[in-house]
C-alpha cells in the first residue's frame, strides 16, 4: 500500500515538528544542489527554523546573488526614468513649438485668414494691431522720405559750390594771365639797370606766387 499523503498543515507535536523539518530541509538542499548543478543555475538557499537558526546554502557567494537579488528589486520597482536634462529639453521643445503654432496662427489672422475662430472682441483687437502696423509704416515712409529729400537737397547745395569754385578758379586763371602780359610788357620797356631789375623780379615773384595758388 502506498503511504498516506500528509496534510499541509502545521504540526502540533513538537519532537515530530523538529524531525519534519530536518528532514524537508535536507531534501530541500539536496534539490537545490541538484538545480544548480543540472541547470547551470545561481541557487542560493535560506531558512530560519522556528528556534531561530539559521541554515543556508549557495551555489556561488551567497552575498554575491544577494547583491544581485537587490540590484534586480530596485529595477522592477522603479523603471529608469529619462535624465533630467532630457525631460528639460523636451519640455522646451513643446514650449517653443506651441509658440511657433501660436505665431504662425496670429499671423494668418494678421493676412486675413482663419477668421471664423474669432469673436467679436477678437475682431476689434486685430482691427486695432492692423491700423497701429498701418500707422507705423506711413510714419516710416514719411521719414525715408524726408531724409531722401534732405539728402537731395545736400547734393544740390555741394554741385552749386562746385560749380562756383570751377568759376572763380577760371577768374583767377585770367587775372594771372593778365599779370603775365603785363610783366611782360613793362620788362620790354624799362631800361635796363640794377633798380628795374630787382623790381621786375619782385614783379615776377608775385605772379609765380599766384600761379602756385591756382
Same mark, same amino acid.
Given at each position: 500500500?502506498?503511504?498516506?499523503?500528509?496534510?499541509?498543515?502545521?504540526?502540533?507535536?513538537?519532537?515530530?515538528?523538529?524531525?519534519?523539518?530536518?528532514?524537508?530541509?535536507?531534501?530541500?538542499?539536496?534539490?537545490a544542489q541538484e538545480l544548480s548543478v543540472l541547470c547551470d543555475a545561481d541557487v542560493s538557499l535560506i531558512i530560519f527554523s522556528a528556534t531561530?537558526?539559521?541554515?543556508?546554502?549557495?551555489?556561488?557567494?551567497?552575498?554575491?546573488?544577494?547583491?544581485?537579488?537587490?540590484?534586480?528589486?530596485?529595477?522592477?520597482?522603479?523603471?529608469?526614468?529619462?535624465?533630467?536634462?532630457?525631460?528639460k529639453d523636451s519640455s522646451n521643445l513643446e514650449m517653443l513649438r506651441k509658440e511657433v503654432n501660436d505665431k504662425a496662427y496670429k499671423l494668418r489672422q494678421m493676412?486675413?485668414?482663419?477668421?471664423?475662430?474669432?469673436?467679436?472682441?477678437?475682431?476689434?483687437?486685430?482691427?486695432?494691431?492692423?491700423?497701429?502696423?498701418?500707422?507705423?509704416?506711413?510714419?516710416?515712409?514719411?521719414?525715408?522720405?524726408?531724409?531722401?529729400?534732405? !539728402?537731395?537737397?545736400?547734393?544740390?547745395?555741394?554741385?552749386?559750390?562746385?560749380?562756383?569754385?570751377?568759376?572763380?578758379?577760371?577768374?583767377?586763371?585770367?587775372?594771372?594771365?593778365?599779370?603775365?602780359? !603785363?610783366?611782360?610788357?613793362?620788362?620790354?620797356?624799362?631800361?635796363?639797370?640794377?633798380?628795374?631789375?630787382?623790381?621786375?623780379?619782385?614783379?615776377?615773384?608775385?605772379?609765380?606766387?599766384?600761379?602756385?595758388?591756382?
Amino acid at each position: 500500500m502506498g503511504r498516506e499523503k500528509i496534510k499541509i498543515k502545521k504540526i502540533d507535536n513538537v519532537m515530530a515538528r523538529r524531525v519534519t523539518f530536518s528532514k524537508r530541509r535536507r531534501g530541500l538542499i539536496k534539490k537545490a544542489q541538484e538545480l544548480s548543478v543540472l541547470c547551470d543555475a545561481d541557487v542560493s538557499l535560506i531558512i530560519f527554523s522556528a528556534t531561530g537558526k539559521l541554515y543556508e546554502f549557495s551555489s556561488s557567494s551567497m552575498e554575491d546573488t544577494l547583491t544581485r537579488y537587490v540590484l534586480h528589486s530596485n529595477i522592477v520597482e522603479k523603471p529608469v526614468q529619462p535624465c533630467l536634462s532630457l525631460q528639460k529639453d523636451s519640455s522646451n521643445l513643446e514650449m517653443l513649438r506651441k509658440e511657433v503654432n501660436d505665431k504662425a496662427y496670429k499671423l494668418r489672422q494678421m493676412k486675413g485668414e482663419d477668421l471664423e475662430r474669432l469673436d467679436v472682441e477678437g475682431l476689434r483687437q486685430l482691427e486695432k494691431k492692423l491700423e497701429a502696423g498701418l500707422s507705423l509704416v506711413i510714419k516710416t515712409e514719411s521719414f525715408l522720405s524726408f531724409q531722401e529729400e534732405r !539728402a537731395s537737397t545736400k547734393i544740390n547745395e555741394l554741385q552749386g559750390k562746385e560749380a562756383q569754385l570751377i568759376k572763380e578758379n577760371k577768374q583767377l586763371k585770367q587775372k594771372v594771365s593778365s599779370v603775365d602780359i !603785363a610783366l611782360s610788357e613793362n620788362s620790354c620797356m624799362i631800361p635796363k639797370t640794377n633798380n628795374s631789375c630787382m623790381i621786375l623780379e619782385k614783379n615776377l615773384c608775385f605772379a609765380w606766387r599766384i600761379k602756385a595758388c591756382e
